[in-house]
């Protein structure tokens, strides 16, 4: 599935973004689209909504220009700095590493909330720039949550902090293992969460939606910025226990991921084109089950998702010691043996695939993995129920975002 849109050049501003008629489907495979529609070629030319097409609300367009916002604001910010040398070079690299690829959830979220409070389609310039802005703050949360969790890597490739001290190491011609290199990578790492986080602002403030409407979105993101470093913190205390609960767990669920993947980008989104309240507080009911599901499916992929798909080891949330509402349960249900096996291995910095192989046959024999999928539905149909009922003034919009539905919680990456 993919939404059609017309061909724009994100970096001049080009046409308008032009997102079609959304057919829904429960499938989870790729489908073919129906092509790209022609260019308005007068200026000022209105796309035509109306084409019937087999879509996905994340279209290949749709994550072009995110992406080529994205790297355009690094090409400009590294420009800004062009006196300091060649020295930040590997910043710049690998912040745009950390920017590229993605599922670019959360802009389509922003996009589709902004739809739905009646914003324009051929006036979407300044909503991708908007949009764009979370992902600066995801790349951030991405770069910080590697340190804290010592990822070998991000997306296929080495984590940030790896990346760093294998490339000053070389400079230097000694071992990346060493200790001070392994130091300096740590802090390249969170110094370039840092910068992404601190563009995130820059990116907003000139989206150019007019001073007010930046006022009413900023209420959101910062409660979406706020929201997952509070979560985040919940999730490596949590860390720090030698016990599961599933309440515990779910409140990780609900900021760590939830508010910040789904619902307040949604409301960010919507602010921008003058949601009223009622449609707020419907799209709060819509995403944060949708959050919580989405996240309760990226917890089982972290367990026991294929590396090759995810790009990440499948067994990094048990060496860690992630304690989510996979876990919870497995603690729950499991017999003596059952439990001994999950004590011997989970949170064990040293563990070996035989260990992440028994942890994993004990998630399945348990019935914890049929739980969390049991879980997973029940949110999801909230969610649905929630939709069905909002006061969304665009029914594109409204299908959109059943689509998205589906799609966030019914994955393999």
Do not use: C
């Not at 059609?4 to 057919?23: C, F, H, K, M, Y």
């Not at 790209?36 to 200026?43: E, H, I, K, M």
């Not at 602002?201 to 409660?223: C, M, Q």
């Not at 994993?360 to 949110?379: K, P």
Request: net charge positive; charged share 25%.
């Amino acid at each position: 599935m993919a939404i059609a849109t017309a061909r724009s050049n994100p970096r001049r501003g080009g046409a308008p973004l032009r997102i079609n008629r959304v057919t829904e489907t429960s499938s989870t495979r790729p489908l073919k689209t129906s092509g790209t529609p022609t260019l308005p070629t007068r200026p000022g030319a209105t796309a035509d909504i109306t084409a019937e097409v087999t879509s996905e609300p994340i279209s290949v367009e749709f994550r072009e220009r995110i992406s080529a916002t994205l790297m355009a604001f690094v090409d400009q910010r590294q420009a800004a700095l062009a006196s300091l040398g060649d020295d930040l070079a590997p910043l710049f690299a690998t912040a745009r590493h950390y920017l590229s690829g993605g599922k670019r959830l959360r802009p389509a979220f922003a996009y589709w909330g902004w739809r739905a409070a009646g914003g324009k389609p051929d006036k979407a310039d300044a909503i991708i720039r908007a949009a764009a802005a979370i992902e600066l703050v995801h790349a951030s949360a991405l770069a910080h949550d590697d340190v804290m969790d010592d990822s070998a890597t991000r997306r296929g490739r080495a984590a940030a902090h790896h990346e760093f001290a294998r490339g000053r190491a070389e400079q230097l011609g000694i071992e990346p293992t060493d200790p001070a290199m392994r130091r300096f990578g740590r802090s390249a790492a969170i110094l370039l969460g840092d910068m992404l986080l601190s563009w995130s602002d820059e990116l907003l403030t000139s989206s150019g939606f007019k001073p007010k409407a930046v006022t009413r979105g900023r209420v959101y993101f910062d409660k979406l910025r706020t929201e997952v470093v509070a979560g985040q913190f919940l999730d490596v205390l949590a860390q720090t226990s030698s016990t599961s609960s599933s309440s515990d767990a779910m409140r990780i669920v609900r900021y760590k991921s939830a508010k910040y993947t789904v619902e307040r980008p949604l409301q960010f989104g919507a602010v921008l084109a003058k949601a009223d309240p009622p449609l707020l507080a419907a799209l709060s009911s819509y995403g944060i089950p949708l959050g919580e599901a989405f996240q309760l499916r990226d917890d089982l992929l972290g367990v026991l998702g294929e590396t090759s798909l995810t790009g990440k080891p499948s067994g990094d949330d048990i060496r860690e010691g992630k304690r989510t509402l996979l876990v919870a349960r497995a603690f729950q249900l499991a017999t003596p043996a059952q439990r001994a096996i999950l004590n011997a291995n989970f949170a064990k910095s040293d563990i070996d695939h035989s260990g992440v192989a028994a942890v994993q046959a004990v998630l399945q024999g348990t019935g914890a993995v049929r739980a969390v999928e049991t879980v997973i539905t029940e949110l999801t149909a909230a969610s649905l129920s929630a939709l069905a009922h909002a006061p969304i003034r665009d029914e594109t919009a409204r299908k959109a975002l059943r689509v998205l539905s589906d799609r966030v919680t019914n994955r393999t990456v």
